[in-house]
């Protein structure tokens, strides 16, 4: 079954990618965006040196980039050994690896493109030992020449979102033969688990491992900013747009909660003179981090200092986290959810969705899509202290529950070389 089933498939991917390639370059040409890479993730490039053993990580942009960093150290330190190579399938996310992975990785590249030409170019120079794959990218013909090479091939932190789900259940049959060609799939939840096995996967080859990206330790705070008996709301990387409706809220909180004290840390510096101006319709005492102002005699806090964000969500009740009532696609709340800090995040969140997805269900944060749900939603946990506790609690329970995914795939990686 599976040698008919990879030599059909291996040939209609050859005449497709003949076929379609061509257009593809020419409108890349067109539109300025040729970068370069074709060649590369047709596997012509210099064979790289490296070590006689070759564990190689596949992330296909920058949240999976990111969610490596602690797996790749890791595996650098417990596996020195073994040569790491990093692939990934953007130009951000290549960006952002050769800057972060740089001297823990001994090559760093571009995913082949998914047919046999490609991709065994790309396999006969890196000759993997094992391939890794983060979250869920299905490359079918990948797959098909891993397994004729008996080359284990897992994903790890996998996920299937709703709409992928839909979409995965119209093809079942088609996808049940592929995810079945990887060795083990090591899923973030039991609902993903469950989603991967009524596709069709062996529930054998699939176990829950929880989520790579709650592998993170808190940072010591030395933050002092004296605000005692008062409650702290924080506004954590906040951008242009969002600061207006923060203020607005803010403004209206603390109308009926006097105690309520706010540090508000814009994403980019060079937004600060932008609040200042904001702040003049607001008849507010603000201070200003970089002068070790304090709550005793304001009501803001400004954070125009570096490096510091993390350590303020220690000090802080509630947290927004910003990036969300915009195209940005949102922030990384778990530098607050760390501190048993609840979250609030506006509705635009595609770059963390798995991560919220988690914290909501949980109750650990909450999503809001107006200003209106974003001041009621806070305005709520202020008044009820039960539902408050409860978000505390909720925070304190999804990373108990999430904790260990690092130690889990090293583990793993042991048994397979």
């Not at 309520?260 to 603000?286: Q, V």
């Not at 200003?288 to 350590?311: Q, V, W």
């Given at each position: 079954m599976f040698r008919l089933f990879s030599f059909i498939y291996d040939i209609l991917a050859t005449i497709c990618f003949i076929l379609f390639y061509p257009f593809v370059a020419i409108s890349r040409l067109h539109t300025g965006k040729d970068t370069g890479t074709r060649k590369i993730k047709l596997g012509l490039f210099k064979k790289p040196e490296l070590k006689e053993k070759v564990i190689m990580f596949h992330a296909v942009s920058v949240g999976e980039v990111l969610s490596l960093e602690k797996l790749i150290q890791k595996a650098h330190q417990t596996f020195p050994q073994y040569s790491i190579v990093l692939t990934t399938g953007t130009k951000t996310g290549q960006e952002l690896a050769h800057k972060k992975y740089a001297e823990i990785t001994d090559f760093i590249t571009y995913f082949p493109f998914d047919f046999p030409y490609a991709i065994n170019n790309f396999l006969n120079k890196i000759n993997p030992d094992m391939v890794i794959i983060a979250e869920t990218e299905l490359w079918p013909d990948f797959a098909i020449q891993c397994k004729k090479r008996k080359l284990p091939l897992v994903i790890i932190n996998g996920r299937i979102s709703d709409s992928s789900y839909g979409s995965y259940r119209l093809l079942k049959p088609f996808f049940a033969l592929i995810l079945n060609l990887y060795t083990q799939i090591y899923t973030q939840s039991e609902l993903d688990n469950e989603r991967f096995i009524s596709l069709g996967n062996k529930p054998e080859n699939t176990q829950v491992m929880a989520n790579l990206k709650f592998d993170i330790e808190k940072v010591d705070s030395d933050i002092d900013l004296k605000n005692w008996d008062n409650r702290v709301f924080i506004a954590g990387s906040t951008h242009s747009g969002e600061n207006e409706i923060v203020l607005r809220t803010y403004s209206k909180?603390?109308?009926?909660?006097?105690?309520?004290?706010?540090?508000?840390?814009?994403?980019?510096?060079?937004?600060?003179?932008?609040?200042?101006?904001?702040?003049?319709?607001?008849?507010?005492?603000?201070?200003?981090?970089?002068?070790?102002?304090?709550?005793?005699?304001?009501?803001?806090?400004?954070?125009?200092?570096?490096?510091?964000?993390?350590?303020?969500?220690?000090?802080?009740?509630?947290?927004?986290?910003?990036?969300?009532?915009?195209?940005?696609g949102g922030h990384n709340p778990l530098e607050a959810t760390i501190y048993n800090v609840p979250t609030i995040t506006g509705p635009n969140i595609k770059n963390f969705r798995d991560i919220y997805g988690i914290l909501t269900r949980s109750n650990a944060s909450k999503l809001v899509k107006t200003e209106k749900e974003f001041y009621n939603t806070i305005d709520e946990l202020l008044s009820d202290n039960t539902k408050l506790q409860d978000m505390i609690n909720a925070c304190k329970t999804v990373f108990d529950a999430q904790k260990g995914a690092i130690d889990f795939v090293i583990n793993k990686i042991n048994e397979f070389i």
């Open positions: 909180l603390k109308e009926k909660h006097s105690d309520l004290k706010m540090i508000l840390a814009p994403r980019h510096m060079e937004r600060i003179p932008e609040i200042e101006n904001l702040l003049k319709n607001y008849n507010y005492s603000t201070g200003y981090r970089s002068k070790n102002d304090t709550f005793e005699n304001n009501d803001i806090i400004i954070l125009d200092t570096f490096g510091e964000l993390k350590k303020s969500y220690a000090i802080s009740d509630i947290a927004f986290i910003g990036g969300s009532f915009n195209k940005t």
